[in-house]
């Protein structure tokens, strides 16, 4: 979650709360992750993340970094969606993208 995204967040819930009143809601990036890769993201999260991002382990490893070896828990920000009509503007997928981009300006 960024700084930007984290305020658009709390825009968004000012501008509703008049229609909802008080509410509480998750905020996050969209999950790329199904419901079926659950168990394999408890037992092995760099290869689930890998399946949905090919690049991720190679932009990893250059940047010396590591993926956490399990993933316990996957967040729903569908109620900020419908409720909100919010999106987290900044993904994974773009996370990667701009560390790509970072290597080719370096």
Request: glycine share 6%; with cysteine; hydrophobic share 50%.
């Amino acid at each position: 979650l960024t700084v930007e995204d984290a305020a658009e967040a709390h825009v968004a819930a000012l501008e509703k709360a008049p229609q909802l009143g008080f509410d509480i809601f998750i905020v996050s990036a969209p999950t790329p992750f199904r419901p079926d890769d659950c168990e394999a993201l408890i037992a092995d999260a760099p290869s689930v993340v890998a399946g949905y991002f090919p690049e991720f382990p190679a932009l990893y490893a250059r940047k010396g970094w590591t993926m956490f070896s399990s993933i316990d828990r996957v967040y729903d920000a569908s109620r900020a969606r419908d409720r909100l009509g919010f999106v987290c503007k900044t993904s994974f997928a773009a996370v990667l993208a701009g560390l790509e981009a970072e290597e080719g300006a370096a």
